[in-house]
Antibody, heavy 122, light 110 residues
Framework: DVQLEQSAAEVRKSGESLQISCVVSGYYFSQYWIGWVRQRPGKGLEWMGIIYPADSDIRYSPSFQGQVTISADKSTNTAYLHWSSLKASDTAMYYC???????????????WGQGTLVTVSS | QSALTQPASVSGSPGQSITISCTGTSSDVGGYDYVSWYQQHPGKVPKVIIFEVNIRPSGVSDRFSGSKSGNTASLTISGLQTEDEADYYCSSFTSSKILIFGGGTKVTVL
């Protein structure tokens, strides 16, 4: 079974750095894109970006480019989402999501992690 | 790139059918058959209920169906049940080779 296990909830102050993780199992990590989705309290889903672990190709949504860093470690089957300086507006649930790719390169989400709640106080 | 446009809310009585629209552009919904729909109950993880416009994952009820015409995709829920009350989101692959979501639709069963 495909499993995406995310790290525990975090509470930080504005200006602090943070990295959350998503450990996958049940499939070959390097062969699927994996990415992150934000959901602020009471709000909708926002697609942040993805990484292809095989070659570390990364794509960001323009809304998140420069705001976060996505990375992956093939040796531990782990994807990461990193902030260098958190803001109160980063308070949200963050989901990791496996993306499958078609022969022509189109992507779609087929599995979700359980979510990591990040709370940032000012 | 702006979010796909969904109605904020749709409601229906048990047994009825409802349809949720998801409108984009020729650079996303209209250009690719890679539209997905997700169901999210309060406090729960989103669940894929339709992918590639009209394909249901194993285990998803056949009361859920998807379609697309031009730049608008649609999710139809037939035989509405109380357990269908949830938030529904669409997503599409885009010409920028990224994904975008719709703003979400709250479905209420009257």
């Amino acid at each position: 079974d495909v499993q995406l296990e995310q790290s525990a909830a975090e509470v930080r102050k504005s200006g602090e750095s943070l990295q959350i993780s998503c450990v996958v199992s049940g499939y070959y990590f390097s062969q699927y894109w994996i990415g992150w989705v934000r959901q602020r309290p009471g709000k909708g889903l926002e697609w942040m970006g993805i990484i292809y672990p095989a070659d570390s190709d990364i794509r960001y949504s323009p809304s998140f480019q420069g705001q976060v860093t996505i990375s992956a470690d093939k040796s531990t089957n782990t994807a990461y989402l990193h902030w260098s300086s958190l803001k109160a507006s980063d308070t949200a649930m963050y989901y990791c999501a496996r993306h499958k790719k078609s022969w022509f390169g189109e992507l779609s989400i087929d599995s979700w992690g359980q979510g990591t709640l990040v709370t940032v106080s000012s | 790139q702006s979010a796909l446009t969904q109605p904020a809310s749709v409601s229906g009585s048990p047994g009825q059918s409802i349809t949720i629209s998801c409108t984009g552009t020729s650079s996303d919904v209209g250009g690719y058959d890679y539209v997905s729909w997700y169901q999210q109950h309060p406090g729960k993880v989103p669940k894929v209920i339709i992918f590639e416009v009209n394909i249901r994952p194993s285990g998803v009820s056949d009361r859920f169906s998807g379609s697309k015409s031009g730049n608008t995709a649609s999710l139809t829920i037939s035989g509405l049940q109380t357990e269908d009350e949830a938030d529904y989101y669409c997503s599409s692959f885009t010409s920028s080779k990224i994904l975008i979501f719709g703003g979400g639709t709250k479905v209420t069963v009257l």
